[in-house]
């Protein structure tokens, strides 16, 4: 008997090198259309538009239309996890495209995965979160302790209103380039739009890369050492 959700499908759609490469694109966040993943993918609109209706039956991408255009983005925060876990896969068994690339560090560094901080500086406030208790794991998962509660006040997000969000609240999230966890859920994303707000950093139009400002990254990491002033 073979029991459980039968993951062949879906892993003959992630096998295709075009259709990786569109879901790979849409991890930064924001919507494509055809046009722009062909461009991505190195294959025509043609071509393109058929693997997204593929996509489009397996619920992995979503449309959105306005007027004649449609605009593609992942269906939800869990397949932006999948591609993720499978990018950490890639990586450990050497599977990788970007070591000649010049943005290879600065993905490294700091990149959006999904609509949170991943890279080093997403691990390094996700371990702070949880050395400083801020952040504990229970037998439910991961939850936001009071003085969490207290602290991201503090640092000008409102859990309350994420928690109101239709989706995970906060989560551990696997980074493919650390190999340890950063956090994700609506938790990690109202994070992640603070410190736009602010001003430290902002996305590379290009790619999945964000640019922290000197000034920004130092305002970060002070930040990150409140904890444990405050716990």
Known sequence: MKD????????ALL?????????SALLTDRALTATE???IAGVTKQTMSAHLSKLLDARLIAVDRQGRHRYFRLADEDVGGLLESLMGVAFRTGAVRLLSSPREPALKKARVCYDHLAGELGVLAYESLVRNDLLEM???GLRLSASGTEWFHSAGVDPDAAAHRRRAFCRP??????????LAGSLGAAFLSRVYEQGWARRDRSSRVVLFTANGERRFRELLRSNSRQS
């Open 173 to 182: 999230c696997m980074d493919w380039s650390e190999r340890r966890y950063h």
């Open 4 to 11: 459980g959700p039968n993951i062949a499908k879906i892993a």
């Open 15 to 23: 096998g295709d090198n075009a259709r990786a490469d569109a879901l």
């Open 37 to 39: 993943l062909a461009v």
């Open 138 to 140: 229970s037998r439910k």
